[in-house]
Structures are given as structure tokens and as C-alpha cells.
């Protein structure tokens, strides 16, 4: 490390802490410096951690994913498909959940929506979204073409975010050691190798919904859902980066005309009773969520918080990938999904398709039957 470069940045870092905000062009090139291992680490934390108490901005946050998706990300077209839907969390979110937007994704292909998934392993939780498509037999170490080929064959694939082949750079090194929510993780979870420009995307604070919504605009999605669930009755308000049928939901939403609009809904107001949240909690065995979760596609668990909150996520992904006009629509076409069999149908052909050795990744996934 060059100490010049650990002064500047250091004075960078002094800004942040006295409230002053970054320019695109000025987090592009720290998150550069970050990526590259430019500065010390001591430097790298501080700066993600003034961010945080200072704030983040739309322009940090977007020169965050410039410099992830410029200089750490290898890239693959798939714009020939439409739609082309992600749907991702942050992470970091206050109340740790199952893995909600796996299901929800594997049920939105089900019905014909090209869902091109960014994920990473668990962190601050126990149940990643590469840790579960792992354990029902996804290769989550392949190259991005083939997973692109999986979105094209199956209507659904993964990129593990913390891969050195999606992102051979530095993502995964610096990502598997902060263990709080930082705008990394969230330009991190935008820097798709596909870049859909359709996605639901779970925030960690409410105080993002809108911010992110308004980076989405500034770096291309043309339509998307921003949202951040709370969740009552576990002794104190938590959140989620999904929508939450235990408490209220707070959106914003990108639409195809270029606005930003800020809305809330609770539960009721979907069909859904408000529910309690502890069944939500993932097992401390990431075999038994597997086994959990292939039920739960089966058809096999027809009501609860887990089925109703996977039914409420799925619902957003149809409404933004313009296949109903409502989300109560989208509700509606995830339910026929899971008890026509379509999305286990879904599930199997992607375990087939992103892996390297199908018949090993079947007969793992077809352990968690009965």
C-alpha cells in the first residue's frame, strides 16, 4: 500500500464524516480503490463505515455498482428474453427469514418469466441464497454462460455474486468479511451479469426504499419494485428485505414512464391475514430448509406464513414482469403454479440445466421428496 494513497483517502474518509456527499464520479473511483485493494483494509472499512452513519446517497450507491459492474463483473447478454426478471435482497435486513426469493423465483419461471437471479451465501444469516440452490443440487460454482444458458432452458439461473467467475476481482473478498449493511451490498446486488431491466429488490431499511428505486432509474432498469417488510409481534419492529406478510410493506415503485412512486400496503389488503412471524425463521440445517422448501414447491404445504409469504413475493415479481396488472393477480398465478405441479416441473429443469453433472444434482434434489 502506498501511504499517499492511504492519506487521500483518508481524507475522503473525514468528508464522509462530516456529512459531505460523494459525487458519482467520487465513489466510483473509492470503490475502485476498494475493489483493488488500493488502500489498506482498515481504510476499506471505515469508508464503507462512514457511508453508513453519514448515509448513503443515490450517486454513492450508484458509483458503487459502476465501479462492481465496469471493473468486477463478468458479463453475458441475455436481452433477447422478455421478460428478464431478477428479484434480490440485500441481506443484512434485521429479522432473518428462510430463503424467500428462491422459491418465489423458481415459481415465477414456472410460468414463463426469464428469472436472472444474483445471490450470494449466507453472512449474517443461515440460509443464503447460494446455500439453498446448493443444497437442492444447483451447481453454484459454474461460469456465468452457463448459468445464462439455464436462464434461456429453464426460465431460471443463479450467478453466485461471491463466485471468482462471476466476479473475479475482489467482490467475494471483501463481502464474506463485513457482517453490516453498507451500500456495497447493495451495488454489489445490482451488478447482474445479465442486467435485467425488470426486478423486486428487498432493501435492508426502509430509509432506502426510494433511493435505490431512484439508482435502478439512473442506471438502466426500466421498470422495478423496491421494498422493505416489517415485521410485529417479535418483542420489538424488525424488517426484511422481502415483502412481509407480518407487518406493513413499504414500496417504491419505478415505472415504465420514468416516475418514482412511494406506496405502503399490509397484508389485508392483498387477501392475506397478518401473520405471525416465527415460522419465518430458517432451521439451523440447511438440509432440512432444503427439505422445507422442495415441500413447500410440492404443493405440500398449502397454508401459513411460509406458503403466504412465498405466494406475496412471487405476486410482485408477476406484476412487475407485466404479466398481471395487480399483485393480487400475481397471487393468484403463483398459487395455480405450485398445485398444477408446473413449479416443481421448474425446479427439477433448473437443477438439470445449471450443473455440470445433472443426473448427481437430480438425485440430490429428489432426496427431499416424501
Known amino acids: 500500500m502506498h501511504d499517499q494513497k492511504n492519506k ?22 473509492a470503490f475502485s480503490q476498494v475493489l483493488g485493494n488500493e488502500v489498506s483494509e482498515m481504510h476499506q472499512g471505515a469508508f464503507l463505515a462512514a457511508l453508513v452513519s453519514k448515509g448513503e446517497t443515490g450517486d454513492e450507491i450508484a458509483g458503487g455498482w459502476g465501479a462492481v459492474y465496469d471493473l468486477d463483473t463478468n458479463r453475458v447478454d441475455l436481452s433477447y428474453l422478455s421478460p428478464l426478471v431478477e428479484n434480490s435482497g440485500t441481506g443484512m435486513d434485521t429479522f432473518k ?16 418469466i426469464h428469472m436472472a437471479r444474483h445471490g450470494a451465501r449466507a453472512i449474517t444469516s443461515r440460509c443464503g441464497t447460494v446455500d439453498m440452490a446448493e443444497a437442492l443440487g444447483v451447481d453454484v460454482e459454474c461460469s456465468p454462460d452457463i448459468t445464462a444458458r439455464s436462464v434461456e432452458r429453464a426460465c431460471v439461473g443463479l450467478f453466485n ?3 471468482p467467475q462471476v466476479h473475479p476481482q475482489a467482490l467475494g473478498r471483501i463481502l464474506s468479511q463485513i457482517c453490516f449493511g ?14 435485467p431491466k425488470r426486478a423486486v429488490r428487498g432493501v435492508y431499511a426502509r430509509e432506502l426504499v426510494r433511493p435505490v428505486a431512484e439508482v435502478m432509474k439512473k442506471i438502466g432498469y426500466e421498470r422495478a419494485i423496491v421494498i422493505h417488510g416489517e415485521v410485529d409481534g417479535a418483542g420489538k419492529r424488525l424488517g426484511m428485505d422481502e415483502a412481509s406478510v407480518c407487518g406493513d ?15 405502503s400496503f399490509c397484508p389485508s389488503d392483498i387477501g392475506f391475514t397478518s401473520a405471525s ?9 440447511i438440509n432440512v430448509e432444503a427439505k422445507r422448501f422442495v415441500s413447500l414447491i410440492r404443493g405440500e404445504e398449502p397454508s401459513g406464513a411460509r406458503i403466504d409469504t412465498v405466494l406475496l413475493n412471487t405476486g410482485l415479481i408477476s406484476y412487475i414482469a407485466g404479466q398481471t396488472d395487480d399483485i393480487s393477480g400475481g397471487v393468484k398465478n ?28 437430480l438425485e440430490k434434489l429428489h432426496s427431499y421428496n416424501g
Open 334 to 361: 403463483a398459487r395455480e403454479a405450485i398445485l398444477s405441479g408446473a413449479a416443481y416441473e421448474t425446479l427439477e429443469n433448473w437443477v438439470a440445466v445449471q450443473s455440470s453433472d445433472p443426473a448427481k444434482g
Open 97 to 112: 427469514t428462510f430463503n424467500i426469493s428462491t422459491a418465489a423465483s423458481v415459481i415465477a419461471a414456472s410460468s414463463g
Open 161 to 163: 455474486g461471491m463466485s
Open 182 to 195: 453498507s451500500p456495497l451490498n447493495i451495488a454489489a446486488s445490482l451488478a447482474n451479469p445479465a442486467m
Open 8 to 29: 487521500e483517502f483518508g481524507s475522503l474518509i473525514m468528508g464522509l464524516i462530516n456529512k459531505e456527499n460523494l459525487t458519482f464520479e467520487m465513489a466510483r473511483s
Open 277 to 285: 412471524p416465527e415460522s419465518l425463521s430458517p432451521s439451523e440445517d
Open 249 to 263: 410493506n413499504y414500496c417504491a415503485e419505478l415505472k415504465e414512464d420514468g416516475s418514482v412512486a412511494e406506496f
